[in-house]
């Protein structure tokens, strides 16, 4: 398989713009999900416009042993060129309201899976000297958030964790980078319920922030910020001018439902 990329939560949103982007740089690929027929739908899609291969696996990532069996299926289609870890979901309310099954399953995905796919992934890169991981966290990662305090802190490790791994390749021709999106037009919104949160009120378009995201990855970038309107790149250039207490009363109040 030519140009192969592996990417998860392919089946909607920014995962579904990261395949075709990739099969219009002519590349085949290996999708993971849990929606099989949304898969399949996508696979269709891309064969039919596109000279290239779609590989589908259906799986929960959270599930125990999850992310071996899908490195063990992936690596009998070959060894990948692109890993782009983009499985991730959060949900908002108060943490200690929320049930903790739900928030130790964002753990599980948003880290655990992220941080178990890299490293099964990068010694091959890494003995090939070639290679590109985009993991995709969130400017959420670049200050706490009340609200979604677990979503928050899951993408601060993403963000750090690739930032740490990208440094220890100083010396090869394998990086990795980050993708930190703001709100974008994803189904993240609806099933967070950020949607009806201000913070949501102007959102970036998926392809617009994959497109850069795979653009990043590409050139080796260490972080790519995307999608971010006039208010956001406001307050994160004014973030270390501002006491932090004001603005954990900004980022709660902004993420409050309407």
């Not at 899908?70 to 979901?89: H, P, S, T, W």
């Not at 979503?151 to 930190?180: H, Q």
Request: proline share 3%; glycine share 6%.
């Amino acid at each position: 398989m030519k140009q192969l990329a592996f990417i998860t939560w392919a089946s909607s949103g920014l995962g579904k713009e990261f395949a075709h982007i990739h099969a219009e740089h002519w590349g085949d690929m290996i999708l993971v999900a849990r929606r099989e027929d949304k898969l399949l739908e996508l696979k269709k899609q891309i064969e039919s416009e596109h000279n290239v291969s779609v590989h589908i696996i259906s799986k929960d990532l959270t599930e125990p042993n999850a992310c071996k069996a899908v490195y063990d299926e992936v690596m009998k289609q070959g060894e990948i060129r692109y890993l782009i870890n983009n499985a991730g979901f959060g949900w908002i309310g108060k943490f200690y309201e929320r049930k903790w099954e739900d928030d130790k399953t964002m753990i599980d995905l948003n880290i655990v899976a992220l941080t178990e796919l890299t490293r099964l992934f990068l010694p091959h890169m890494v003995k090939k000297n070639s290679g590109r991981i985009l993991n995709v966290s969130s400017t959420a990662s670049l200050l706490p958030g009340p609200n979604q305090a677990v979503y928050y802190a899951t993408k601060a490790y993403v963000t750090s964790f690739s930032n740490a791994v990208a440094e220890e390749l100083y010396d090869s021709d394998v990086t990795v980078t980050a993708l930190l999106p703001g709100a974008t037009e994803t189904e993240f919104g609806a099933k967070s319920g950020m949607d009806k949160t201000s913070l949501f009120s102007e959102t970036a378009s998926a392809r617009d922030v994959a497109l850069d995201g795979y653009k990043a990855m590409l050139a080796g970038k260490l972080n790519i910020r995307s999608g971010l309107n006039f208010q956001s790149r406001l307050l994160l250039r004014l973030l270390p001018f501002i006491p932090q207490k004001m603005i954990l009363k900004m980022v709660r109040e902004g993420q409050e439902v309407k």
